[in-house]
């Protein structure tokens, strides 16, 4: 799971590091004065239960997530 500052990603790999799945959702990020950079953490959350939904139903035996 990687969120980052344009869109939350997501993939499954299987025990060899082969891609099985992946998944992205866009993300909303408003801009203010002085460079300030705001996301709001619910838009992270529809995005994540949106990009596992289509991930589907596979076992996880680990998770990795990243973020901006």
């Known amino acids: 799971i990687d969120l980052g500052t344009t869109a939350l990603k997501a993939a ?3 025990a060899s590091g082969r891609r099985l ?3 992205s ?3 909303a990020t408003r801009r ?3 460079g300030v950079a705001e996301q709001d953490p619910e838009d992270w959350l529809r995005a994540l239960r949106g990009a ?3 991930l589907g139903e596979a076992r996880a035996d680990a ?3 990243t973020s901006q």
Do not use: T, Y
């Open 52 to 54: 596992l939904a289509e």
């Open 25 to 27: 959702r866009p993300l």
């Open 32 to 34: 203010g004065p002085g």
């Open 63 to 65: 998770i990795g997530v």
């Open 12 to 14: 499954a790999f299987d």
């Open 21 to 23: 799945a992946g998944a």
